[in-house]
């Protein structure tokens, strides 16, 4: 139920079709009383089946905007008058970025930029309370800060950035407008950076959904390397609050890392997946770990992401309700007991029936990503 007590805002979320963008938007319509004005591209990582039903309900409102057009954006701003926007649209898949670096750049880079300046421009534009409470929060990446070693410390927010492909280092290009936005025009900003999201409603092309339909079609479960790459992993429900209490509570200017205190090399990870898909859908040929096939290892590969948590704990109380082990059952239990959703994105009926564009599903082939 909504929380009647909150006053009532409009959040303007960009990529609120995508996995974490669409449980924000999940989130704020069932929890609280705000308008909800999802701005997405609808790519072929945006779903508004994602939504749930948040996606009818009348303090939803959907605009199909690209953020690098300025003046759908400018449109945007100016009829729906948001007080804060959530900025989460973003080119995600770090593979994808090794193809094709040129939309990586495009989207995250100057879409950040032109939506900073239609913020600017609708900020600059409003008076008294209103104009004090505005919110700019720009969600990012731990792959910004690079990897590190077996035994390095867990990154700060003061870690300096390092990232190490195409997709990190147009993620880190964003995070430095915003805060030259910040510090050059008064822009009020918060950033997160996040580690490894997982979660229902995910993307296929990831993870943990993909060894997940693998190793319910019989398919290889291929890791990179060795798997022994590590991974600090973050339940969405839990990011999704994380960065609600950010916006509302978090310093202007400041950054705070999120994670889930959950370190996990890949190969743990998806052994723990066979595990609980063998107890939930026994497979009569025998145990799913012996569809483990070890692939050449990406270009690149960070081989180890943790974020040290402390900042967000100590000034806004948020810590994460679910441990690796519960986050990880509701995952596979809601991919088991939702085939509808998954099986309408890998045959990319999502797309030519809801909206409308063509026959093409772009899907990448059965690779694993971290």
């Known amino acids: ?211 997940i339909l693998n190793a319910l079609e019989g398919k290889p479960l291929p890791v990179y390397g060795r798997g022994d790459n590590v991974r600090d992993w973050l339940y969405v429900e839990d990011h999704a609050r994380a960065l609600r209490r950010v916006l509302d509570e978090g310093r202007v200017g400041e950054t705070y890392n999120i994670g889930g205190g959950a370190e996990r090399t890949n190969l743990e990870v998806v052994r723990a997946i066979c595990r609980l898909v063998d107890q939930l859908r026994p497979d009569p040929e025998g145990p799913r770990e012996r569809r483990i096939r070890f692939v050449t290892d990406r270009p690149g590969h960070d081989r180890r992401y943790a974020m040290d948590t402390a900042k967000i704990e100590r000034e806004l109380g948020w810590r994460p309700r679910e441990t690796f082990e519960t986050g990880l059952a509701k995952t596979v239990r809601w991919y088991l007991d939702n085939p509808g959703w998954w099986r309408r994105v890998q045959d990319g009926t999502y797309r030519r029936e809801r909206l409308g564009l063509g026959s093409e599903a772009s899907q990448r082939p059965n690779v694993p990503a971290s």
């Not at 995508?18 to 705000?34: C, D, H, N, P």
């Open 1 to 211: 139920m909504s929380d009647t007590s909150e006053p009532a805002r409009t959040i303007l979320v960009t990529g609120g079709a995508g996995f974490i963008g669409s449980a924000v938007v999940r989130q704020y319509v069932a929890e609280t009383s705000a308008v909800v004005v999802n701005v997405d591209k609808l790519t072929y990582a945006g779903n508004l089946e994602s939504l749930g039903p948040a996606r009818h309900d009348p303090r939803h409102r959907f605009e199909r905007v690209d953020i690098c057009d300025r003046a759908k954006l400018d449109r945007v701003f100016r009829e729906h008058r948001p007080d804060a926007v959530m900025h989460l649209a973003a080119e995600s898949h770090v593979d994808r970025s090794i193809d094709g670096p040129a939309e990586f750049i495009r989207t995250n880079v100057f879409g950040t930029y032109t939506l900073l300046e239609a913020a600017r421009a609708y900020w600059s534009g409003l008076e008294g309370e209103r104009r004090e409470r505005f919110r700019f929060h720009h969600v990012s990446t731990d792959e910004v800060y690079g990897d590190l070693g077996p035994e390095d410390s867990a990154f700060t927010e003061t870690t300096p950035y390092a990232p190490s492909s195409p997709y990190s280092a147009s993620k880190a290009s964003s995070d430095h407008l915003v805060r030259v936005w910040h510090r050059t025009y008064g822009l009020p900003v918060v950033i997160t950076n996040c580690s490894n999201n997982y979660g229902p409603y995910q993307f296929p092309e990831k993870l943990i959904p993909l060894m």
